[in-house]
């Protein structure tokens, strides 16, 4: 049990159809980052909060993708109008403070066909 | 523009040989640099951070990595791998924001 909880594990979905994720952090930790990995790449940084205020966002985030943290405990990811593309690890983090590692949970697989 | 860089792709190693993992990142300032491991069908686990203070870095399981600053360096060290060293290796980095950069990774194969 890492402490982060993502669900699902994994996603299959159709092209075009709209997916969304969830993110529970351990409990006491402010911050939350989602990350995606594809085969043979390091995780690539989408975007994170500080509580419920997101605090950064890539630009290579389409604005299909839109993520919230609206008590600025959990979060979702939500991915509209999903493309071939989108298909990866979606994974999670979350940290107390800059003085420490970030913890990550198991990742969402989506595959979208 | 902010990057890490590992140049070993896939490394195979028999059990008790040593290890050395590469890692360069362009950072302008302060850097805080991690490593990361991930082991077959598992999340990321940290094995060890640095943010200052003593340039070589004691992680857990017997790794241990060296900051030298002047070659932009954050090494990844093991003096005898394992069997169960097996796993994918990340390097990352993060500057003044809390937004964390990673390598795109090294594969490390022991064999018995």
């Known amino acids: 049990d890492t402490g982060v909880s993502q669900d699902p594990r994994h996603k299959i979905t159709k092209r075009g159809q709209n997916v969304t994720f969830r993110c529970d952090p351990i409990s006491e930790h402010n911050r939350l980052y989602w990350y995606r990995q594809t085969l043979g790449q390091g995780p690539e940084f989408l975007t994170y909060?500080?509580?419920?205020?997101?605090?950064?966002k890539s630009r290579l985030l389409s604005d299909r993708f839109s993520a919230e943290r609206p008590k600025g405990s959990f979060s979702t990811l939500e991915i509209q109008r999903t493309e071939q593309g989108d298909s990866a690890m979606y994974l999670c983090?979350?940290?107390?403070?800059?003085?420490?590692?970030?913890?990550f949970g198991s990742g969402t697989r989506l595959t979208v066909v | 523009a902010q990057s890490v860089s590992q140049h070993n792709h896939h490394v195979i190693l028999s059990e008790a040989a040593s290890l050395e993992l590469g890692c360069n990142y362009s950072y302008g300032g302060t850097v805080n640099l991690f490593w990361y491991v991930q082991y077959p069908g598992q999340h990321l686990q940290l094995l060890l951070k640095y943010f200052s203070g003593d340039p070589l870095v004691k992680g857990i399981k017997g790794f241990e990595a060296e900051f030298i600053k002047s070659k932009f360096s954050f090494n990844l060290r093991k003096p005898s791998v394992q069997w169960s060293d097996t796993a994918e290796y990340f390097c990352a980095a993060r500057g003044n924001t809390d937004k964390l950069i990673f390598g795109t990774g090294t594969r490390l194969q022991v064999f018995p």
């Open positions: 909060f500080q509580n419920e205020a997101q605090l950064e």
């Open positions: 983090a979350s940290s107390f403070d800059r003085g420490n590692g970030y913890t």
